[in-house]
């Protein structure tokens, strides 16, 4: 029922999203699925289906919906997949990135604000989402219980890549961060035998990541 909520709106965004982005229809099926609405504080649940990020408190925001769509598909992410989100902030993102990778595969997600891991972990609850596991924790430094992990997303800028991220990350694994202070890049990054290769996607703002390999407080 949740999941039929405001349908139109859901399906307007994702269509103009696939008309200016050109998203994948992977991606475009996973967002049309996912009430972002529910995910919002409700004074700015009639604001839900534009594209841009809203506050969603502590000083913190829910990344805009194309953001979202960009990073899942750079992420190139795979039905049973096991993914690391740092980040976490209202649980939207991962909900997708759940969609995308199936009942069988896993997303754990991790975010230093109590409170918002606390409202993520109700959200994703109410609706079914058995396959995200929501961590309160300092992500910088990722979360080696579960390591390794096929894809890794960080959805809140770092001044470099944080080493533990890429010890946790498979070889054959990617991984999507941006790194940067005032100019942010987004960066695609890929670990092989060798070590990793990164590649520039372009300019992006987030919030930055504060912990031990982020920003320090
Ligand atoms: N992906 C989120 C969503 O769908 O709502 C939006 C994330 S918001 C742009 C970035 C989040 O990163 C904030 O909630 C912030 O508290 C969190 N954050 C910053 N540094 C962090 C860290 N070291 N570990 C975990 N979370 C962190």
Redesign the pocket.
């Given at each position: 029922m949740k999941f039929d909520e405001r349908i139109e709106e859901r399906k307007r965004m994702v269509e103009k999203l696939k008309e200016e982005l050109g998203i994948s229809e992977r991606v475009a099926k996973a967002m049309l699925k996912v009430p972002r609405h529910l995910?919002v504080p409700p004074q700015y649940s009639n604001e839900a289906y534009y594209d841009y990020p809203l506050p969603?408190g502590y000083g913190?925001?829910?990344?805009a919906p194309h953001m979202v769509a960009i990073m899942c598909d750079l992420l190139d992410l795979l039905p049973g997949q096991k993914v690391l989100e740092?980040?976490?902030?209202?649980?939207?993102?991962a909900a997708v990135v759940a969609e995308l990778v199936g009942e069988g595969g896993k997303v754990i997600m991790?975010?230093?604000?109590p409170e918002?891991a606390e409202r993520a972990k109700k959200t994703l609850r109410s609706l079914g989402y058995d396959n995200v596991e929501v961590i309160v924790g300092?992500?910088?430094e990722g979360y080696e219980s579960e390591a390794p992990y096929d894809r890794i997303y960080v959805?809140?800028a770092a001044p470099d890549v944080p080493e533990p991220l890429v010890e946790q990350l498979k070889i054959g694994g990617k991984m999507v961060i941006p790194i940067g202070s005032e100019i942010q890049t987004l960066y695609v990054i890929e670990k092989d035998e060798k070590g990793i290769k990164k590649k520039r996607w372009g300019s992006v703002r987030?919030?930055p990541?504060?912990?031990k390999y982020?920003f320090r407080l």
């Open positions: 995910f969603i913190q925001t829910i990344s740092v980040g976490g902030g209202s649980g939207y993102h991790i975010e230093r604000i918002l300092d992500g910088s959805t809140a987030f919030v990541l504060l912990g982020g």
